[in-house]
């Protein structure tokens, strides 16, 4: 039996092949590699998506998050408060310029960063928040700026897995995940819901001022060729990327929608498994479900677990097995019940826009049998 994917990039690209041909094709014909047309019409289109941020399209999501720092004029030893419970880049990023990671908890159902944990971090010292939308809802945004406005913090917002996905705030406005912070950084490496066929990332910003030293940041910190006024580093989605990007942009809510009701069939069909914990609905944002994460129940040998599904060519991932705090880079002491939890509990399955009923029903009746 074929063994199932757990992103299937081939079923997806099948589907659109003379868009993408056609706009790389477009690219090799102009030569125009770096910051050609396609760049320039990409962030556009993204901008217009997001409800008129500034997007400046950058290398990677990584880079997105160093330079939105280097942006905000953050100085060694700053601190800045972000979740335990997540991709390492996040941290690794802060710790690069000599900012302070200050690690929290996060919330035990939607995963995301415990606004009240935030709040016992804050200290005089405190620059930044960085929440990350993580597995594709948003964090609690709305308390979570209330605090930062409070204490004068800046928000940058981690939307890598994110994208498209919805929030809604208490009055009833609804915004785009990475359009409500100071700052959102977004990746678009290619199993990210919006993936290019490399690496590459963007900033978001409504702030003009602020669009424009990010730019200038991003291109060796020029803003008129060849005389630096900052420094910078160099950071740029290549127009080939680009290209990639405007095509499948246009399919980004299908992809988000096709993979949501993948996540409705796993959780209807897992809903009543005593030993698994579907995962749980934020009440204000909607979900993108870039990964699909089930929690095993206490007892549950998740090894055993693998074991069972890898035989049956089914691939699970275990995002994320060890907390930020107990990596060697990144050690420091603290109690975090939750993220520690979940580190050893959490496995995600197959998750990606073109999982078909078939597929979809061999992966539930692999797990069901363990
Ligand atoms: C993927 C990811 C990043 C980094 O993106 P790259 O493009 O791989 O540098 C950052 N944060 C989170 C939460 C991610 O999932």
Redesign the pocket.
Same mark, same amino acid.
């Given at each position: 039996m074929q063994a199932v994917p757990m992103v299937d990039l081939k079923a997806q690209y099948a589907l659109i092949k003379s868009e993408i041909d056609n706009g790389i094709q477009e690219v090799m014909d102009s030569m125009a590699f770096i910051n050609g047309p396609a760049v320039k019409a990409f962030q556009t289109e993204l901008s217009h998506y997001l409800g008129g941020a500034e997007v400046i399209a950058c290398a990677?999501?990584?880079?997105a =998050?160093q330079i939105a720092m280097m942006a905000l004029g953050l100085q060694p030893g700053d601190e800045v408060i972000t979740a335990n419970f997540?991709?390492v880049?996040?941290a690794e990023v802060i710790a690069l310029l000599q900012l302070k990671p200050v690690l929290v908890d996060v919330d035990p159902h939607t995963f995301n960063i415990d606004v009240a944990a935030v709040e016992k971090a804050i200290t005089p010292r405190t620059k930044a928040i960085v929440p990350?939308h =993580?597995f594709g809802q948003c964090a609690d945004m709305a308390p979570l700026l209330a605090l930062a406005e409070k204490h004068q913090l800046y928000v940058i917002e981690?939307t890598?897995?994110a994208i498209g996905a919805d929030y809604t705030f208490p009055d009833g406005r609804v915004a785009k995940a990475g359009t409500m912070g100071t700052i959102g950084?977004t990746?678009?490496?290619p199993s990210?819901n919006l993936g290019c066929y490399g690496?590459?990332?963007a900033i978001f910003t409504r702030d003009a001022v602020l669009a424009n030293k990010i730019r200038m940041i991003a291109n060796h910190g020029q803003s008129v060729q060849y005389y630096h006024d900052e420094v910078g580093v160099n950071s740029r989605l290549d127009s080939i990327q680009a290209a990639i990007l405007r095509a499948k942009l246009p399919h980004l809510d299908r992809y988000n929608a096709s993979r949501a009701a993948a996540a409705a069939y796993y959780t209807e069909a897992f809903n009543k498994v005593s030993w698994l914990t579907t995962p749980r609905l934020a009440a204000n944002s909607t979900h993108v479900f870039?990964q699909y994460t089930l929690q095993l129940g206490e007892g549950v040998d998740r090894e055993a677990f693998r074991a069972h599904l890898t035989a049956l060519g089914i691939p699970c991932m275990i995002y994320y097995p060890v907390p930020l705090h107990e990596q060697k880079a990144y050690a420091q002491h603290g109690h975090y019940p939750v993220t520690e939890a979940l580190c050893k509990s959490v496995v995600s399955l197959p998750m990606h826009s073109e999982l078909g009923e078939e597929t979809l029903a061999r992966i539930v009746e692999g797990v069901r049998a363990f």
């Open positions: 990677n999501g990584t880079d =998050l997540t991709y880049a996040t990350v =993580l981690d890598a897995q950084c990746s678009f490496f990210k690496d590459g990332g870039h």
